[in-house]
């Protein structure tokens, strides 16, 4: 569900202390000549506007692009020199305040952007402009000007930044999603897959299996606390995880809910189940659609999604991985401020579970360190408290009887009156499930029990 850009694009003034100078007119004509401000020519004198008066670029839709941790950023030039990212239709004053927003968003502890030795022009780094404009119009200028300040980032981050783009680009063909169509992954089958340590994965590899599964580390492990609280309601648990429950395919959902900057409590107060076959990219955009407006309706901002590994184990695969940190980007990037993207796992029929309840795995995703650019995110456990609600809205009710009718042909309908297990039905395994989650009001157990004869009525 991507953004809308703002109607009066905001314009971002960051960067710290690379701020480039904006120069006035005069100025910038002085540039060219030796008596004027050439002679105490800095890096700092030179700005995008110069480039563009002089023609050494020209104005565009996409020919900026940043290249951070795995993660790609595309803006547009705009005839006054400055930057309007894609994403959102903010406006940047200069390249390092666009490179230090979009590097926070992946890593918030980023203190700058090195903004032209990030930022690339139709694939060549803004920095060589700026050295092609001085090699023309003030040749015996001191050189090392040019970078003064930008090498201290021209680590691992830059050389490797090629790799990157190719990588993410051919895994973007491939299959990773956006946020807006999180519907559309297409996934795997059910075969065993023996979950391995973070520590073991190593550097990227574009032969590794992306089915492959991770376990997921604390935020004490890698010596961080968790950046928010999450609180969960018990009829997103039950709806997810009936949801989960009625296909041997792996299925998806939205969540929605509210993120309070103050108390920096994220809680999840809804579940919008995807009613679409995952390959089926006709009446994804209609689906969609349809969860926006439900969004808009009652007042709820979109604060992450779920899938289900039907018979294998909730852990994250390094696909769900990528993926999780696309949407945590997409979330971070259509405001000002940090918001988190929580993501949950749901194994329903997984014989590793302990008894008839499905395994409910909430995880985020650090970005890999600086240094280490190519190695894949970190997924770690998000701890959650499960708030009890006293009654099944319609809302949910009515949900769980679209999916049932959804689901009522399908050929990867569950067989409920098959045995999960030598004394327990498919039935008995889901009830057991859901009961874990609903009111204990008899009355809500009627209700539900209608819906479970609804579910027989499909075979």
């Known amino acids: 569900m991507g953004s809308e850009p703002p109607l009066s694009p905001q314009v971002v003034e960051e960067g710290g202390e690379e701020e480039e100078e904006e120069l006035s007119g005069g100025e910038e004509s002085d540039l060219r000549t030796p008596s004027g401000r050439g002679s105490l020519l800095t890096r700092r004198g030179i700005t995008l506007r ?81 050295t092609s404009w001085l090699h023309k119009y003030q040749p015996s200028a001191d ?185 945590q980007l997409r979330l971070q990037g259509s405001s000002n401020g940090f918001q988190p993207c929580l993501g949950i796992i749901c194994g329903p029929y997984y014989h590793g579970n302990q008894g008839v309840a499905s395994t409910i795995t909430p995880f985020w995703v650090v970005p890999p360190p600086e240094q280490r650019p190519n190695d894949y995110g970190i997924p770690v456990a998000v701890e959650v408290t499960y708030v009890q609600d006293n009654f099944l809205t319609s809302d949910v009710l009515n949900e769980m009887m679209l999916l049932v009718d959804f689901y009522r042909a399908a050929p990867d309908l569950v067989q409920f009156h098959q045995f999960w297990c030598p004394d327990t039905t498919m039935m008995d395994k889901i009830k057991g499930s859901l009961s874990g989650h609903a009111p204990k009001d008899q009355a809500y157990s009627q209700i539900l029990e209608h819906v479970y004869n609804q579910l027989i009525n499909t075979h």
């Not at 290249?67 to 547009?76: A, S």
């Not at 065993?192 to 590794?208: F, H, N, Q, S």
């Not at 407006?293 to 709820?300: T, V």
């Open 50 to 130: 110069v480039l563009l008066k002089d023609g050494l670029v020209e104005p565009g839709d996409g020919v900026l692009s940043i290249h951070y941790l795995g993660k790609k950023f595309v803006g547009d030039l705009l005839n006054d020199g400055k930057i309007r990212w894609v994403e959102t239709g903010q406006i940047f004053n200069s390249p390092s305040a666009w490179a230090t927003h979009c590097k926070r968003l992946v890593n918030p502890a980023k203190k700058s952007g090195c903004g032209w030795a990030s930022v690339r022009y139709r694939g060549q780094k803004l920095v060589q402009y700026k």
């Open 143 to 327: 050189m090392s000007l040019v970078s003064e300040g930008e090498d201290d980032e021209m680590g691992d981050e830059e050389e490797e930044e090629g790799k990157t783009a190719v990588l993410t680009d051919d895994k973007n063909r491939k299959n990773k999603p956006e946020l807006h169509d999180i519907s559309l992954v297409p996934r795997r089958g059910d075969r065993e897959r023996i979950p391995v340590r973070y520590c073991t994965l190593g550097t990227r590899d574009a032969a590794r299996d992306p089915h492959t599964l991770v376990e997921l580390s604390a935020f004490s492990a890698i010596n961080r606390f968790q950046p928010f609280n999450v609180a969960v309601s018990s009829n997103v648990l039950l709806l997810m995880d009936f949801h989960c429950h009625l296909t041997t395919s792996e299925v998806v959902g939205y969540l929605g809910g509210r993120w309070d900057t103050n108390t920096q409590l994220l809680t999840v107060l809804r579940a919008f189940p995807c009613r679409t076959r995952l390959a089926d990219r006709d009446s994804a955009s209609a689906v969609e659609e349809e969860i926006c407006q439900n969004l808009f309706m009652r007042g709820l901002s979109l604060v992450g999604w779920y899938h289900s590994h039907p018979r294998g184990p909730a852990l994250p695969s390094l696909q769900d991985i990528d993926s999780q940190m696309d949407h």
